[in-house]
């Protein structure tokens, strides 16, 4: 790995579910900018580890959307579908230090409880499935969960309840791995020190938090951005009609992505190629500048990032 001792690495790790939209441009335009303003290395993961939930060629669709806004990765893209064998490690481990193990509780079970896993299974200890349960889940076993970190955006975050400090799943009864697992272990693996992302993943770094620290791993630097909503509470996304890029208009989906950061673009830049917007934007970017929220509504007619009925 060429760039192993680097200060900085970011990364973007997109789930390849459908074309990347205007919400995801923030955080990959976001991730890119700080790793390029800190003059450090910015990867690009797929995180297809829960591949029923993936769209074949989505991945492509994103690489080549990527690609056409001028956001240029290094090294080879990651796929999570290739990593099993890390997690597996990660989870024998787990398992064989007890701080981990297997769940046998259903659904309905937890819903009974009011949603948040209560612990039922955790006294037990199981480091096997039940003979009767093969289909377990396996958990991590959090005695002194993590409960807060210093966001570089949102300032100190604190969650002391809930299911950000739940003993949460790390492989499901389907055997997929869990997204906190796969994204911890891969954030090792890439050795990356700065996390820039949507925060609709806020309460996630806590549980990932108390992951690194079992682990022994250094855990990175995090930047929670605004996502975008068409209202209160529902961020674009697939599910509700956020469109695919245009890659023909990529310099403005650019600078209306600059918009949403907060930015203050002149004029004149509109007129100019995806390199010379990104070239500006690195030289001015600034983190502080983020909207210290956890959401922007943004407008939903705007036929740039929302289809139209
Ligand atoms: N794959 C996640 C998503 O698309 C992002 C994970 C992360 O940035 O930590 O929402
Ligand atoms: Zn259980």
Redesign the pocket.
């Known amino acids: 790995m060429t760039h192993s001792s680097a200060a900085y690495v970011g990364?973007?790790?997109?789930?390849p579910?459908g074309p990347l939209h205007f919400g995801?441009l923030i955080?990959a335009l976001a991730s890119f900018l700080d790793a390029r303003a800190h003059g450090g290395v910015w990867r690009v993961r797929i995180?297809d580890v829960d591949l029923p939930r993936c769209v074949s060629n989505a991945d492509r669709w994103i690489l080549a959307t990527l690609h056409a806004h001028g956001l240029e990765w290094e090294g080879e893209v990651l796929y999570q579908s290739q990593r099993s064998e890390d997690y597996q490690r990660i989870i024998d481990a787990v398992l064989a230090s007890q701080h981990a193990y297997y769940c046998t509780c259903t659904r309905k079970m937890i819903r009974q409880f009011g949603g948040v896993y209560p612990g039922t299974c955790r006294n037990a200890g199981a480091t096997r499935p039940p003979d009767s349960q093969p289909a377990a889940s396996i958990r991590l076993k959090l005695d002194d969960p993590v409960v807060e970190f210093n966001d570089r955006i949102l300032g100190q975050q604190h969650f002391a309840s809930g299911h950000a400090i739940e003993d949460f799943i790390i492989q499901r009864k389907d055997k997929l791995f869990a997204?906190n697992l796969a994204?911890v272990a891969d954030?090792i693996h890439q050795q990356v020190t700065h996390?820039v992302?949507?925060s609709?993943?806020l309460e996630?770094t806590v549980a990932q938090l108390s992951l690194y620290r079992l682990l022994g791993a250094p855990a990175p630097e995090y930047a929670h951005l605004p996502v975008a909503a068409t209202e209160p509470g529902y961020k674009l996304s697939k599910q509700n009609k956020a469109i695919g890029l245009d890659n023909q208009r990529a310099n403005e989906n650019l600078i209306e992505a600059l918009k949403f950061l907060n930015m203050t673009v002149p004029a004149s830049l509109t007129k100019n190629n995806c390199d010379k917007i990104l070239d500006w934007a690195i030289r001015h970017w600034d983190c502080n500048a983020v909207p210290k929220t956890r959401e922007v509504i943004v407008d939903k007619s705007e036929s740039t990032y929302y289809k139209q009925k």
């Open positions: 990364r973007f790790a997109p789930s579910s995801s955080a995180e997204y994204v954030d996390i992302r949507g609709d993943l996630t």
